[in-house]
């Protein structure tokens, strides 16, 4: 499973920022996504999941009420919708498939297929 994302940036405090996540055609819509993120010294946090329907979504609780985790299983694609940006969210953003389809889970140890990653940059 490759997963290639994209999206990040420069933004000021409040902005706001769409990262997209693409996968692999044949399987995308078999798995659950998730995205993560590490700063640097930091170990790598949970950020959002959603299922492979799209239909159940998690968050962690430093980013609730702020982004948003979709997906378009037509596009291959999942995506996180970052609003009112503080400059504690800045950090390498990191899309992750879990190991098992049809799995879903925030510990970043049940997560075998990784992105690149995508740097988020927040000046205040």
């Known amino acids: 499973v490759q997963l290639q994302a994209s999206g990040g940036g420069l933004v000021q405090a409040g902005g706001s920022l769409r990262l997209s996540c693409a996968g692999p055609g044949r399987t995308f819509r078999m798995y659950a996504m998730a995205w993560f993120r590490q700063a640097p010294g930091k170990e790598r946090e949970f950020v959002a999941t959603i299922d492979w329907t799209g239909d159940t979504t998690y968050y962690g609780d430093s980013v609730k009420g702020r982004f948003t985790i979709s997906r378009d299983n037509a596009k291959n694609t999942v995506y996180l919708q970052m609003n009112n940006l503080k400059p504690e969210d800045t950090a390498l953003y990191y899309c992750?498939?879990?190991?098992?389809?049809?799995?879903?889970?925030?510990?970043?140890?049940?997560?075998?297929?990784w992105g690149q990653g995508t740097q988020v940059t927040v000046s205040s």
């Open positions: 992750a498939a879990p190991r098992r389809v049809r799995y879903i889970s925030l510990a970043p140890s049940e997560y075998d297929y």
